[in-house]
């Protein structure tokens, strides 16, 4: 069963980069690891995704070492609006080899000014 | 713009009422999932679809049903509620499989309160 460990909460101030790391010691060749942000009373969304070395985007960038054991998740110069929850996601195929898509229970991001 | 629309922003609902909390989503997406999120502990999946007509358990099913009788639509069904369901339930979904365009689309949620 492939499971994520997460920081419960971090704390950071405008304008630092900001690094989040989660475990994963049980992901499968073909998992991809996915990253969502969540705001209070918002379902979650869609940051970004990875399957290996570094992966960046307009809001992120992804690292994964050669293991993919673990991975970070940086934010370039938080903002106050960066205020959020933060969810590592790999794959969780059941025996059907349907894919059931489980969240942990997150990194609580707190950015002050 | 891609879209998954929860019936309901805030439901108030009497212990052993049947409640129905309906997604529905206009990606033509095949897996569609039920979670529930309380304080402290993350999103939980409590129910999940591969396509239309199939469901899986979750990690938390108990207490909950589900239908999946057309692909956009997915709903879940408390068949007696009980006030430790209350809590903020949030609908998703996704295309099938891993990689690139296969994220998970959510609704905005539905916070249950059960008296």
């Known amino acids: 069963l492939a499971k994520t460990t997460q920081p419960i909460s971090m704390d950071s101030y405008e304008g630092q980069e900001v690094n989040i790391t989660c475990s994963h010691n049980?992901?499968?060749?073909?998992?991809?690891i996915t990253w969502y942000q969540q705001f209070p009373s918002q379902g979650p969304r869609f940051i970004i995704q990875?399957?290996?070395t570094k992966v960046t985007n307009e809001v992120a960038s992804l690292f994964i070492p050669a293991d993919r054991k673990s991975s970070t998740l940086s934010l370039p110069r938080v903002s106050l609006s960066d205020t959020a929850v933060y969810y590592c996601?790999?794959?969780?195929?059941?025996?059907?080899?349907?894919?059931?898509?489980?969240f942990g229970t997150g990194t609580r991001l707190k950015v002050l000014a | 713009d891609v879209k998954v629309t929860q019936s309901s922003r805030y439901l108030v609902k009497r212990t052993g009422e049947k409640v129905f909390l309906e997604c529905v989503q206009d990606?033509?997406?095949?897996?569609m999932f039920w979670y529930r999120q309380d304080p402290g502990l993350g999103l939980r999946l409590i129910y999940f679809?591969?396509?239309?007509?199939?469901?899986e358990k979750g990690d938390i099913p108990e207490g909950y049903s589900v239908s999946r009788e057309k692909k956009e639509r997915f709903s879940l069904i408390l068949e007696s509620a009980s006030t430790n369901q209350t809590s903020m339930y949030l609908c998703?979904?996704?295309?099938?499989?891993?990689?690139?365009?296969?994220?998970?689309?959510f609704g905005q949620g539905t916070r249950l309160t059960v008296v």
């Open positions: 049980n992901i499968a060749t073909n998992d991809y």
């Open positions: 990875g399957y290996k």
């Open positions: 998703a979904s996704r295309r099938p499989g891993q990689g690139r365009g296969t994220e998970a689309f």
């Open positions: 679809s591969y396509d239309v007509k199939m469901k």
């Open positions: 990606m033509d997406h095949e897996n």
């Open positions: 996601l790999v794959g969780d195929i059941r025996d059907s080899g349907t894919y059931k898509y489980i």
